[in-house]
């Protein structure tokens, strides 16, 4: 994780009325040359200030089509990343706070892909085709991109995995063994006969040739610390409590809570069935806790409440806050200071984009 160092004071010591006030001040000088973009897990002090706010997907497509010249990106670095490659390098992209990391991304090193990669070519695997989950790094991303592979979000992976199923013998799935597991179930593959766990602390995964060659879907053994909170348990209770509530979850949960919850889908797909479900209806979800709680405060005519009756709590992400957005857009008023700046190298950038291309391309 890359260290962020303290806030200079004067922006430090502002009280949260006068950092808003820094916020709106600094937008209004920056005008249209400067966006903000907000994923949903956001906290609200953060969330208020944003031009634009959705997924991972909507964000990369917004950053992808802006002409603003700053890009100030309340997500998480690989986010940042992302928007850093499909401008081209040719803006100025900042995240507010360089703690901001994705832990899931984190869990699946280049090195590690590699070394695993070159272990399954050394089994003698021909015909893999490489897919990474956008929450990953920009080298892996680039990894994927030459190796003829592909990139999804959780909205589109359904459609990514199935032409990467058409393109290949074998899928290597990276760094969510959860969400390419419950695609891979979505598609009516067997979790026991067509997937496998790649553990790749293990040499070949902690597997032998014959497994390797027989499936179709390589699970690479990485998680969301966040949505591994929600448990099968949690929604017996809520089965049991209140039978009439229907359990939403996002496809980062494990496959069992998955298979025993009425709906599950991406950030997007939880927001659209909220905002379409009838008035009184009650909902259970099974996300970050922020999302949850903004669509209790904007939807009072239904119950929604957390599925986990504890916090989840992404941390990382929430490491942006109001003062650090407030010092990245008041640097670029007159000062001219590029503070957080995220930058691929060219190269990186090349071949990451050909992975997120072909994703484009299929959704
Ligand atoms: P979305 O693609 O649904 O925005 O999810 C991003 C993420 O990090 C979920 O944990
Ligand atoms: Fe990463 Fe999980 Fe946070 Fe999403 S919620 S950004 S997957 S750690």
């Known amino acids: 994780m890359l260290t962020q160092i303290p806030l200079?004071?004067?922006?430090?010591?502002?009280?949260?009325?006068?950092?808003?006030?820094?916020?709106?001040?600094?937008?209004?000088?920056?005008?249209q040359s400067t966006i903000v973009l907000v994923h949903h897990y956001q906290r609200d002090e953060v969330f208020d200030?944003?031009?634009?706010?959705?997924?991972?997907?909507?964000?990369?497509?917004?950053?992808?089509?802006?002409?603003?010249?700053?890009?100030?990106?309340?997500?998480?670095?690989?986010?940042?990343?992302?928007?850093?490659?499909?401008?081209?390098?040719?803006?100025?992209?900042?995240?507010?706070?360089?703690?901001a990391g994705c832990e899931m991304a984190d869990m699946a090193t280049l090195r590690d892909v590699e070394d695993s990669w070159q272990d399954a070519i050394k089994a003698g695997v021909k015909n893999i085709i490489?897919?990474?989950?956008?929450?990953?790094?920009?080298e892996l991303?680039?990894?994927?991109?030459?190796?003829?592979?592909?990139?999804?979000?959780?909205?589109?992976?359904?459609?990514?995995?199935?032409?990467?199923?058409?393109?290949?013998?074998?899928?290597f799935f990276f760094p969510d063994q959860h969400l390419g597991r419950n695609i891979g179930k979505s598609l009516g593959l067997s979790v026991s006969k067509d997937m496998l766990l790649w553990d790749p602390a293990?040499?070949?995964?902690?597997?032998?040739?014959?497994?390797?060659?027989?499936r179709k879907i390589w699970l690479w053994k990485g998680h969301c610390p966040v949505h591994a909170l929600f448990?099968?348990?949690?929604?017996?209770?809520?089965?049991?409590?209140?039978?009439?509530?229907?359990?939403?979850?996002?496809p980062e949960c494990a496959m069992e809570i998955v298979d025993v919850s009425d709906l599950s889908g991406s950030t997007d797909f939880i927001?659209?069935?909220?905002?379409?479900?009838?008035?009184?209806?009650?909902?259970?979800?099974?996300?970050?806790?922020?999302?949850?709680?903004?669509?209790?405060?904007?939807?009072?005519?239904?119950?929604?409440?957390?599925?986990?009756?504890?916090?989840c709590l992404c941390g990382t992400m929430n490491r942006i806050s109001l003062h650090s957005l407030a010092w990245v857009l008041d640097g670029l008023v007159d000062k001219n200071e590029r503070n957080n700046r995220i930058t691929v190298d060219p190269a990186?950038?090349?071949d990451s984009m050909l992975a997120l291309n072909r994703m484009f391309e299929l959704s």
């Open 271 to 311: 927001i659209k069935t909220i905002e379409t479900s009838p008035a009184g209806s009650k909902w259970a979800v099974g996300t970050e806790k922020h999302l949850v709680e903004r669509l209790a405060a904007q939807h009072k005519d239904k119950t929604i409440t957390s599925l986990n009756p504890f916090t």
């Open 141 to 171: 991303k680039a990894f994927v991109g030459r190796n003829g592979g592909v990139i999804c979000t959780s909205s589109n992976a359904k459609a990514v995995v199935s032409w990467a199923l058409e393109h290949g013998e074998h899928v």
């Open 49 to 99: 200030h944003a031009d634009f706010t959705g997924d991972s997907l909507k964000l990369a497509r917004i950053a992808r089509d802006s002409t603003a010249a700053n890009i100030i990106f309340c997500g998480v670095h690989f986010m940042a990343e992302t928007a850093d490659i499909l401008t081209g390098g040719t803006r100025f992209v900042s995240l507010p706070d360089l703690g």
């Open 231 to 250: 448990t099968v348990h949690q929604v017996k209770k809520i089965r049991e409590t209140s039978p009439e509530t229907k359990i939403l979850v996002h």
């Open 348 to 350: 990186t950038a090349r």
């Open 130 to 138: 490489p897919v990474t989950y956008i929450n990953s790094s920009a």
């Open 8 to 31: 200079p004071e004067h922006i430090a010591r502002l009280s949260d009325v006068e950092a808003h006030k820094l916020v709106r001040q600094a937008k209004l000088k920056l005008g």
């Open 202 to 214: 293990k040499p070949l995964g902690g597997l032998d040739d014959s497994t390797i060659k027989s």
